[in-house]
């Protein structure tokens, strides 16, 4: 089966930045779209940024300019460069991923388990 593992999560101050890291491993035959969602204490969870298996960005706009989503398809990661980050970024980070685990088999969404990123001075 497969599975996402996030990692790069911490406490920052604001203004600073950090780099999120998932990397899909197990039964994989391909993995497309791939992104980053993330919720707050008492909210609902959000999209964030997502990249398409062309490469393709979307972007909440609360994040546009100050976050960029990337991939390296030979490691099957996907990583969420985050620049200028607020308090109101604080929130627990969770990548998702669109895999085939078979050539012929369906495509499902897979979770990681979340990295708290906290901006706070």
């Known amino acids: 089966q497969a599975q996402l593992v996030e990692s790069g999560g911490g406490l920052v101050q604001p203004g600073g930045s950090l780099r999120l890291s998932c990397a899909a491993s197990g039964s994989i035959f391909s993995v497309n779209a791939m992104g980053w969602y993330r919720q707050a204490p008492g909210k609902q969870r959000e999209l964030v940024a997502t990249?398409?298996?062309?490469?393709?960005?979307n972007y909440a706009d609360s994040v546009k300019g100050r976050f960029t989503i990337s991939k390296d398809n030979a490691k099957n990661t996907v990583y969420l460069q985050m620049n200028s980050l607020k308090p109101e970024d604080t929130a627990v980070y969770y990548c998702?991923?669109?895999?085939?685990?078979?050539?012929?088999?369906?495509?499902?969404?897979?979770w990681g388990q979340g990295t708290q990123v906290t901006v706070s001075s």
């Open positions: 990249i398409a298996s062309d490469g393709s960005r």
């Open positions: 998702n991923a669109r895999i085939k685990e078979y050539r012929y088999g369906p495509e499902y969404g897979y």
